[in-house]
C-alpha cells in the first residue's frame, strides 16, 4: 500500500454559480476537509467563493471558447498541490464521507482509478438543505430522492469492485493519484467543446496501466439540469471529436448519439467515415430539450 498525505477536489465551471454553491456546501460538511478545493474556470470573471471555508480555494482561469473542458481539467491538474485528485463535476454534491473515502482508496492501488455512485436528483430543490444547520446539505432527504443512473452499477455498499471496461469512466467523479494524470499525459487537449475527452482519457489511462475501481462508501449527488435528448445543441463538436477520437483509436465513440443523429438524418456513418448530411435547426435543438422531469441525458 501507499500512503498518501492529501487530497486536492478539483472542479470545472462555466456559469452555475449555483450549483457550484452547493458543491462548495458538500466540501464544507466533510468528515475529512479537502486539503484543497481547485476551480477552473472558464468565463471572464471568477465565480463567487464564501470567505470562512474549512480548506483554501486556488482559483484558475482557462482562456477560450467554446467550452475547453480537457484544457480545464488539465489546468487544474497542474495547479493542485495535493497527492490525491478527486474531480466532481460542479454539479454534484459530495456527501460527507467522499474525501475520507478518497483518501482511502488510493492506498489500494497506486495505479487505480476509482469512481464512487452518483445519484440524480430531481429538479425540485425543496427540502435540500438542513434546517438544523443552515447551508448543509440534508443528506438524508438527497439519498431518499437521488436516483443511479439505470445503466450504472449500485455500488454505495460495495467496499471495492475492480472495472474491465474503462468506457465506464466518466467526468462527473472520478479519484486517482496526481502521479497516475502525470503518467497519462492529462487530457488531450485537442478534444473542444463537448464529447469524447473522458472517454479518450480512459484509454490513456488503460495505456499507461492505470486500473479502474468501482468504490463505495460515498455518494455524490448530481444537481438537476434540464437535457437534450439527443444533445443536439452540441452537434458540431460531437460529430468533431468522435472523427478525432477514431483517428487516435481506430473506432468509434458517443455511438448511442452518433446512432440517433444518423436516424435523424443529420448524418452518415460507416466504419471508416462520418459525414454530415444536415446541420440540425434551432427548432429542431428545441424540440430535443428535455422536461424537468428528464434526470438522465
Known sequence: MTSYRSVSVL?????????????????SAQVVPPDELVISY????PPRVPDGNRFPVRLVKVDADPMPLAAARNRAAEAAQGDVLAFLDVDCIPDPEFVRRAAEAATYDADGVYLPEVRYLPGNKRGWFSAERPGEPDYARLAQ???????????ADCPLAGI???????????ILAKESWTKAGGMDERFIGYGA?????A??????????????????????????????????????NARLYRSIWGKWC????????????????????????RRPTESEIAETRQGDDVLFS
Open 11 to 27: 472542479t470545472i465551471v462555466r456559469g452555475r454559480q449555483a450549483h457550484l454553491d452547493h458543491l462548495v456546501a458538500g466540501l
Open 42 to 45: 472558464m468565463q471572464a470573471e
Open 145 to 155: 430522492v437521488g436516483q443511479r443512473h439505470p445503466s450504472k452499477a449500485p455500488v
Open 164 to 174: 474491465e471496461d474503462f468506457g465506464e469512466l466518466w467526468g462527473l467523479a472520478f
Open 197 to 201: 475527452e473522458e472517454t479518450d482519457f
Open 203 to 240: 484509454q490513456r489511462l488503460k495505456q499507461s496501466g492505470a486500473h479502474l475501481y468501482w468504490i463505495g462508501g460515498t455518494v455524490c449527488f448530481h444537481q438537476h439540469h434540464q437535457v437534450h435528448k439527443p444533445p443536439l445543441q452540441h452537434f458540431d463538436s460531437i460529430v468533431r
Open 254 to 277: 458517443m455511438e448511442y448519439w452518433l446512432d440517433d443523429f444518423e436516424r435523424r438524418g443529420h448524418v452518415r456513418r460507416n466504419d471508416a467515415e462520418l459525414a454530415i448530411v
